[in-house]
């Protein structure tokens, strides 16, 4: 409960959800419970597509966007949010960039000092409308 009072704090909020996962061949998904803590802009982004995912595995059309991540559009990180991708990695589900807001789904596992560079992460990602083609 700490960590989701400290998630309000930080400007994100949390949420319980499920969400429909590709497998390595995008052939199928795979629906998993999972813990949601998003930041909402305050305007929707129209010139986002419906939906950008990054994974902590594989899929065979999506773009390696970091050791170990790959993205469903072509996008480009800063060496420190891979840095947050690759030592938080383990924790997270997935991330969702939306035109309404980025999701980051993961098992709540960690301390405040997680939470503190996860929501870094959101943030930094909340700007990935400047870096798509």
């Given at each position: 409960?700490?960590?989701?009072?400290?998630?309000?704090?930080?400007?994100?909020?949390?949420?319980?959800?499920?969400?429909?996962?590709?497998?390595?061949?995008?052939?199928?998904?795979?629906?998993?419970?999972?813990?949601?803590?998003?930041?909402?802009?305050?305007?929707?982004?129209?010139?986002?597509?419906?939906?950008?995912?990054?994974?902590?595995?594989?899929?065979?059309?999506?773009?390696?966007?970091?050791?170990?991540?790959?993205?469903?559009?072509?996008?480009?990180?800063e060496e420190r949010m891979g840095?947050?991708?690759?030592?938080?990695?383990?924790?997270?589900?997935?991330?969702?960039?939306?035109?309404?807001?980025?999701?980051?789904?993961?098992?709540?596992?960690?301390?405040?000092?997680?939470?503190?560079?996860?929501?870094?992460?959101?943030?930094?990602?909340?700007?990935?409308?400047?870096?798509?083609?």
């Amino acid at each position: 409960m700490s960590l989701r009072m400290h998630a309000r704090k930080l400007g994100i909020t949390v949420q319980l959800t499920s969400i429909d996962l590709p497998d390595k061949w995008d052939k199928s998904k795979n629906r998993q419970k999972t813990v949601a803590y998003s930041y909402y802009r305050p305007k929707q982004l129209i010139t986002l597509p419906d939906c950008i995912w990054i994974l902590p595995y594989e899929v065979w059309k999506y773009q390696s966007i970091s050791k170990g991540w790959w993205c469903s559009e072509p996008i480009l990180i800063e060496e420190r949010m891979g840095h947050i991708l690759s030592k938080h990695g383990s924790l997270l589900t997935g991330i969702k960039i939306a035109p309404e807001s980025v999701s980051l789904y993961w098992n709540e596992a960690g301390d405040e000092s997680t939470l503190n560079e996860l929501s870094e992460l959101i943030y930094a990602l909340e700007k990935v409308n400047s870096s798509l083609n």
